[in-house]
């Protein structure tokens, strides 16, 4: 960890609390968006019919706590520390999606649930993380941004041709590339606020990007829950959204993670651990969605 094992424990209980709070909103988006009909399922036609729904407005909710827990827990801790531990969102996640549906969480599942919180806890103990720097300049942003551009603008064509849970898997990657631009800019305007205020973020970049970016992200999400299982679209989100995060916090905020002898060897067994859990939850829960719908 950091150099303050205090304040580090703080970020990482307060990115706890905000993990559980995406989970419980995803569970409740993803049931209300599923039974949208496919005549339904675009753009703005989508949302109003999401909007009808006091489940749904349920579930947003929980997205804003979510988000606002992130933002304190990140001003707390650097994002290459906070953003791994909202992985947990996915192992919440699913053993309240199968509670809500009636059904029982397999032993198996409760494995590679405990394999991604073992990882998560290797990671979090080895790691020795810093914040690094909090400048608004856009300069370091402008490859890291055209690259996640790219990539943004495959997925949205390939969600857009797509079907069912292809659909569901690109739309979640998708918003899962947005979200990892999210935990950056929510650092950088976390330490604007503290500088100068509410009103100093109506003169600078970070603020309006990460309004752009929380709007498109949702919108993408809220699509990827309409075209299949939260175990088709979720693992993909919850995977890449750390990879670009922890990437642009390298980056673009000069944050650092170090390790001493084998902690390097550690941390790239933590991350692995985390990724494969999180990959085969996903892939078990996508395998008892399709056994329930046949």
């Not at 390298?250 to 001493?260: E, N, P």
């Amino acid at each position: 960890m950091g150099g303050d094992l205090r304040i580090d424990l703080i970020a990482i209980g307060i990115a706890l609390a905000s993990a559980f709070s995406f989970a419980a909103a995803f569970v409740a988006q993803q049931h209300v968006a599923a039974a949208v009909p496919e005549d339904r399922g675009r753009g703005l036609r989508l949302f109003a019919s999401l909007a009808r729904s006091p489940v749904w407005w349920a579930g947003a909710f929980g997205d804003g706590l979510g988000f606002a827990l992130q933002a304190i827990a990140l001003a707390f801790g650097s994002v290459v520390l906070v953003q791994p531990v909202l992985v947990t969102s996915m192992v919440f996640a699913l053993p309240l999606a199968a509670r809500w549906n009636g059904r029982r969480v397999a032993r198996a599942d409760l494995g590679w649930a405990l394999l991604v919180v073992a990882g998560l806890a290797v990671f979090t103990v080895v790691g020795d993380s810093s914040k690094g720097s909090v400048s608004e300049a856009a300069q370091p942003w402008i490859w890291p941004g055209a690259a996640c551009g790219v990539v943004v603008a495959g997925l949205w064509v390939t969600g857009w041709l797509a079907k069912g849970a292809v659909k569901a898997l690109a739309f979640g990657a998708l918003a899962g590339v947005v979200y990892g631009i999210v935990a950056p800019l929510t650092e950088l305007v976390v330490a604007h606020l503290g500088d100068g205020g509410l009103l100093s973020l109506f003169h600078s970049w970070p603020g309006y990007a990460l309004v752009v970016c929380v709007v498109a992200g949702s919108a993408w999400q809220q699509s990827a829950f309409h075209a299949g299982d939260l175990g088709a679209s979720l693992p993909a989100s919850q995977v890449l959204e750390p990879v670009v995060a922890v990437g642009l916090g390298f980056w673009a905020l000069d944050a650092r993670l170090t390790a001493h002898g084998l902690g390097w060897a550690a941390l790239g067994l933590a991350a692995a651990a985390m990724i494969l859990g999180t990959v085969q939850l996903a892939r078990r829960a996508a395998a008892g969605g399709a056994a329930g719908r046949g």
